[in-house]
């Protein structure tokens, strides 16, 4: 394996989306780390990667909610790897109900994980993404520009999340940093506890989500697509 050999730390990689972006990257040659909450979560994502690409993909144990867990999950990236290219921060979760209903401690999680677990990923990849003349990657949300009723929460991790990226994009862009901020409508992932079925197939796929990835780390350096919207062609 070539020391230039590109590589990435993906946010939340253990399944969904993050793990449809692991797949297109590690089948265009990129070294991949995914991380989840659960160790055996990354390991069982990390195996099933590896089958793509032996030895494209590594398992981290790390927890967006807290810095020095994310500046763990870079540090064993650069020791493993040597350098970090490409940070997809993707880890999220949604608690939807009346702002009657919804509980302090669902609120807390949902901004600690969405919008300050991304100020953390942030923090914590800035240095390498440096070094590498980088690109951070946001997964936001079309729910970061429409809101609706029972997403108090998730309406405001994800507006809060696009305003996040825009401004970080504008204060790394002459470190040769890149930021993107997707915005994806409904995708077929487990997200909410939901069982992605056929019923499913009107909606964007994960790996859909990792074609657009992939499209635009090839992209010329000169140019940035800095807000990406993404919607189902055909909403049921
Ligand atoms: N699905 C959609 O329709 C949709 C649409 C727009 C945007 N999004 C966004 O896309 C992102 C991915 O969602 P998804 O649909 O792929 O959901 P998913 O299938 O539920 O996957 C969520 C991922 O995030 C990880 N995660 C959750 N909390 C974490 C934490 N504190 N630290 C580290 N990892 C954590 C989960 O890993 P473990 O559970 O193993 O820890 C899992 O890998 C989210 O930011 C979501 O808001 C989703």
Redesign the pocket.
């Given at each position: 394996m070539a020391e230039s050999t590109k590589t990435a730390l993906i946010?939340?990689?253990?399944?969904?989306?993050?793990y449809g972006i692991a797949e297109a990257l590690i089948r265009d040659g990129i070294r991949v780390a995914v991380?989840?909450?659960?160790q055996q979560?990354a390991d069982e994502a990390a195996t099933a990667l590896n089958k793509v690409r032996e030895g494209y993909a590594l398992a981290i144990e790390?927890?967006?909610?807290s810095l020095a867990s994310q500046e763990q999950a870079v540090q064993i990236v650069l020791d493993k790897w040597g350098r970090l290219d490409y940070f997809i921060a993707?880890?999220?979760?949604?608690h939807f109900a009346p702002i009657q209903e919804l509980s302090a401690e669902h609120w807390q999680e949902t901004i600690d994980?969405?919008l300050t677990?991304v100020f953390f990923s942030a923090k914590a990849s800035i240095a390498a993404l440096t070094e590498s003349k980088g690109y951070f990657i946001n997964?936001?949300?079309?729910?970061g520009t429409n809101f609706f009723a029972n997403g108090t929460a998730y309406n405001a991790s994800?507006f809060g999340l696009v305003g996040f990226s825009q401004a970080m994009m504008l204060d790394v862009r002459n470190a040769g940093i890149k930021v993107t901020t997707i915005m994806?409508?409904?995708?077929a992932?487990?997200?909410n506890n939901h069982e992605p079925s056929e019923k499913d197939a009107w909606k964007i796929q994960?790996e859909d989500i990792g074609q657009i990835v992939s499209d635009l780390i090839k992209m010329p350096a000169r140019t940035l697509p800095s807000k990406i919207e993404v919607r189902p062609t055909t909403p049921k």
């Open positions: 946010t939340g990689g253990s399944k969904g989306i993050g991380t989840s909450r659960s979560n790390s927890d967006v909610r993707n880890a999220g979760v949604g994980i969405n677990g997964i936001a949300s079309l729910a994800k994806p409508g409904s995708v992932t487990e997200f994960p």
